[in-house]
């Protein structure tokens, strides 16, 4: 299974990008799929996740309102609009995905920079 980031780069607070994780050796469709992060200095923290089948989303607290985390099935792709950007959401971004046997896959990771 491989996990492929995208989207990372550097942009000005309220500003907006959007990450894309490609999937490949994977059913994508049962899998669970989530969006992590690491600041400098910081443990790495889960910003948002959906579920296999009924698709149901959640999101760090310090995202809501900001962040829509969606998927493509048929392209085994994971999205990551992230709008009002702001410095604090400056890390690197993880994509990480549950298969149905329960193993755990990590992309690589894709910096995202926000600047004040």
């Known amino acids: 299974v491989q996990l492929v980031e995208s989207g990372g780069g550097l942009v000005q607070a309220g500003g907006s990008l959007r990450l894309s994780c490609a999937v490949s050796?994977?059913?994508?469709?049962?899998?669970?799929m989530g969006w992590y992060r690491q600041g400098p200095g910081k443990q790495r923290e889960l910003v948002a996740s959906t579920t296999s089948g009924s698709g149901s989303t959640n999101y760090a607290d310090s995202v809501k309102g900001r962040f829509t985390i969606s998927r493509d099935n048929a392209k085994k792709t994971m999205y990551l609009q992230m709008d009002s950007l702001k410095p604090e959401d400056t890390a690197v971004y993880y994509c990480?995905?549950?298969?149905?046997?329960?193993?755990?896959?990590w992309g690589q990771g894709t910096q995202v920079t926000v600047s004040s």
């Open positions: 990480h995905l549950i298969n149905w046997r329960g193993y755990n896959y």
């Open positions: 050796g994977s059913t994508f469709s049962s899998d669970v």
